[in-house]
Nanobody, 123 residues
Framework: QVQLVESGGGLVQAGGSLRLSCAAS????????LGWFRQAPGKEREFVAA????????YYADSVKGRFTISRDNAKNTVYLQMNSLKSEDTAVYYC????????????????WGQGTQVTVSS
């Protein structure tokens, strides 16, 4: 069973940048879609970005398009989320997960969730 572990979260000022990482171990990584989701206090978990198994295709939520970039390194079993021009509304716990479909935003289409990493953007 694959385990996903997120890291890289922290406190940053509005307009700043962070790079999140999600490392996989114990299972198959290369042939799955990988996605990032986030959950703010009192809100439902929402889709952020996803990347195909080869890395050639990506899919973003409208709220982060042009600011966030998802990438993956299959040799390192790691997926990344580069977050630029951060806003206070980006504050949330960020999770990575493994899925089978690229163009879906449903949490039910993803599994093997990590424990999450907190991102806090101060205004």
């Amino acid at each position: 069973q694959v385990q996903l572990v997120e890291s890289g979260g922290g406190l940053v000022q509005a307009g700043g940048s962070l790079r999140l990482s999600c490392a996989a171990s114990g299972g198959t990584f290369n042939f799955y879609v990988l996605g990032w989701f986030r959950q703010a206090p009192g809100k439902e978990r929402e889709f952020v970005a996803a990347i195909s198994w080869s890395g050639s295709s990506t899919y973003y939520a409208d709220s982060v398009k042009g600011r966030f970039t998802i990438s993956r390194d299959n040799a390192k079993n790691t997926v990344y989320l580069q977050m630029n021009s951060l806003k206070s509304e980006d504050t949330a716990v960020y999770y990575c997960a493994r899925g089978s479909f690229l163009r879906t935003t449903a949490t039910s289409d993803f599994g093997s969730w990590g424990q999450g990493t907190q991102v806090t953007v101060s205004s």
